[in-house]
């Protein structure tokens, strides 16, 4: 019995004293990091704090507020007419001024631009989303020496690429062939892919140029 309670004081004592400890510690911290706030710098930060929360809150309801509208504006749309109700792509054209350039007048073509037009179903250019993939190939060749050059256009960077004149709009794609092509007397031909990432459709277009 007496065992039981010299067990029992020690627990108690134990505990007590990690509590004292507690305490010290705490109090420890607060003088060597904070200092005590006043009553009325407490009702001061509450009501700072107080007005920051209130402000997160009309934000939460206002984007909640624009969810449901978009919420009800896409169940209000058919299936079949989401995609369609943005864009319907349907062929891409490359344009007349495709070519190759000598850029700095040496008298050797060193970039080659692709001038690319998305055409929707009405026959308007529109700025579709997408990747692009590019080949240059010279058909007169033997297999395996054909294709020239490849390039890949990903939808980042081809959203920079739009261009804009008084006579048309289309991608402006620029690649450098410098290291590619040493002779430009025969017409070569161009061939591009567009990967429409808005539907998956994928469109293929070719074109032959003749060096300048």
């Known amino acids: 019995m007496k065992t039981k309670k010299t067990k029992l004081y020690a627990i108690r004592y134990t505990l007590y004293a990690t509590a004292v400890v507690c305490v010290l510690v705490a109090f420890g911290c607060e003088s060597a990091g904070q200092r005590k706030l006043s009553p009325t710098e407490q009702i001061r930060e509450l009501r700072r704090q107080n007005s920051q929360l209130a402000r997160q809150v ?8 624009q969810l449901k509208k978009q919420l009800q504006v896409l169940v209000g749309l058919k299936p079949n007419l989401r995609l369609e109700s ?12 495709t070519n190759f350039y000598d850029k ?32 240059l190939w010279d058909l007169n060749k033997k297999d395996g020496q054909a294709m020239l050059g490849q390039w890949h256009v990903g939808p980042n960077e081809l959203k920079k690429l739009w261009f ?10 620029t690649f450098d062939v410098s290291s590619d092509i040493t002779d430009l ?3 070569l031909t161009v061939k591009v892919t567009f990967t429409d990432y808005l539907t998956g459709r994928v469109f293929e277009e070719q074109k032959v140029i003749k060096p300048r």
């Open 58 to 65: 009309e934000q939460s309801k206002s984007q909640s507020q």
């Open 86 to 97: 943005i864009y319907d792509l349907q062929k891409i054209k490359i344009g007349r001024y």
């Open 104 to 135: 700095d007048k040496d008298g050797k073509a060193e970039l080659l631009i692709v001038y690319l037009q998305p055409i929707d179903a009405e026959g308007d250019i529109i700025k579709a989303t997408g990747a692009v993939d590019v080949q």
């Open 164 to 173: 804009a004149t008084l006579i048309t709009i289309n991608y402006r794609l």
């Open 185 to 187: 007397q025969d017409p």
